[in-house]
């Protein structure tokens, strides 16, 4: 190899010794740079010509995220996510205990009322029955008769019996 | 990004009361960050992108157990992670002291705002430009152009037909080259 290149540069003519190996091409300022970002928004472009959309005008590197998150965000955020999942949960058990015992209260009071409203029914129907007001004395002396009759019924003649004994006889005959 | 778990196992292990637990925490390792960035891109500042992402998970758990493996998982999260970012913006929109022109000033504000951004001036442009399209656009160029998701895909979760979602895509890439044109 070394062989070579020594033959080569023995070989090698005046001007092309004289002009050098360094081309005389230049390239604008930043070319490089610039050439790799360029690279990707055409092949971008092919991409997008292939799936026969419009092409963005707008450089590759836009479609990078300009937004950011505060550092160790994405580590905390399933935390943060089972933190409010089981609020959520003792939140629903809580209203699940509250609507048992709401329901509960509510059957008592019910029963109660309804047991209030039979009491005082039955109160009611004696005090119908106490009230002197609502006394018949006719049918307590017609129980009375009856009673009384059925009882006298196998003597008759006693009443008169009593009647002659007790009641004076002139006052007797006078009412008569 | 963590690698996509196989969906059937996690789920079965999900429905399994022993496994349940773990299994939705793979879950949340497997999907967080894509998840993240999609609603991030949408509500701009990290704050409201955090709620949101916990509430997301949240009703993932909830709902899970229904998921009836018809879509792919990703694609059954993704749905449920824009319909509550979509509520989210409308939820903000409706807020009587807000005006459309407000709400898209609002999120410019936190774009420039948030303290968690650190992107060059073109990708912070690009953004700026983002926010003026209408929320369709916006939705359809964020899952297409960064989250690079197949038509059919992005299909599926916002429940609209390919063309139209090809339509959009084009009218966004139109409108935000004309954005960048005019400088």
């Given at each position: 190899m070394c062989l070579r290149i020594k033959q080569s540069t023995?070989?090698?003519?005046?001007?092309?010794?004289?002009?050098?190996?360094?081309?005389?091409?230049?390239?604008?300022?930043?070319?490089?740079?610039?050439?790799?970002?360029?690279?990707?928004e055409e092949t971008r472009r092919d991409r997008n010509a292939l799936r026969d959309e419009p092409i963005p005008v707008f450089p590759a590197a836009v479609s990078e995220n300009p937004f950011a998150v505060p550092e160790g965000y994405f580590e905390t955020l399933p935390g943060q996510i089972s933190r409010r999942l089981n609020k959520q949960k003792s939140a629903i058990h809580d209203r699940s205990i509250y609507y048992k015992t709401a329901?509960?209260?509510?059957?008592?009071?019910?029963?109660?009322?309804?047991?209030?409203?039979?009491?005082?029914?039955?109160?009611?129907?004696?005090?119908?029955?106490?009230?002197?007001?609502?006394?018949?004395e006719e049918i307590l002396v017609e129980e009375y008769l009856e009673a009384r009759l059925s009882a006298t019924e196998e003597q008759p003649g006693e009443m008169e019996t009593y009647i002659l004994n007790q009641v004076d006889e002139g006052m007797l005959i006078q009412e008569l | 990004m963590a690698e996509t778990p196989d969906d059937k196992a996690?789920?079965?292990?999900?429905?399994?009361?022993?496994?349940?637990?773990?299994?939705?925490?793979?879950?949340?390792?497997?999907?967080?960050?894509?998840?993240?960035?999609?609603?991030?891109?949408?509500?701009?500042?990290?704050?409201?992108?955090?709620?949101?992402?916990?509430?997301?998970?949240?009703?993932?758990?909830?709902?899970?157990?229904n998921f009836r493996g018809d879509a792919q998982l990703f694609t059954w999260i993704y749905r449920i992670a824009t319909n509550e970012c979509t509520s989210f913006l409308k939820r903000k929109k409706m807020k009587p002291t807000v005006s459309i022109d407000q709400d898209e000033g609002r999120l410019l504000e936190k774009l420039r705002e948030d303290p968690y951004i650190n992107g060059n001036e073109l990708q912070l442009k690009l953004q700026e430009a983002i926010l003026t399209l209408p929320e369709k656009q916006r939705l359809v160029f964020n899952m297409r152009y960064f989250d690079e998701l197949k038509y059919d895909e992005m299909s599926e979760i916002l429940e609209t037909s390919v063309g139209a979602l090809k339509a959009s895509y084009h009218h966004a890439v139109k409108k935000l080259e004309q954005y960048f044109t005019k400088g």
């Open positions: 023995k070989m090698e003519p005046d001007f092309l010794k004289k002009a050098g190996n360094k081309p005389p091409f230049e390239v604008p300022a930043g070319y490089f740079k610039q050439l790799h970002q360029r690279i990707t329901i509960a209260a509510c059957l008592a009071l019910l029963l109660g009322i309804a047991g209030v409203i039979q009491v005082k029914k039955m109160i009611q129907a004696d005090n119908f029955i106490a009230n002197i007001a609502n006394f018949d | 996690l789920l079965e292990r999900f429905r399994n009361p022993a496994t349940r637990d773990a299994a939705f925490n793979e879950l949340v390792l497997a999907y967080q960050q894509r998840v993240y960035w999609h609603v991030r891109r949408l509500v701009i500042s990290h704050e409201d992108a955090d709620d949101l992402v916990q509430e997301i998970f949240i009703r993932i758990w909830n709902h899970l157990d």
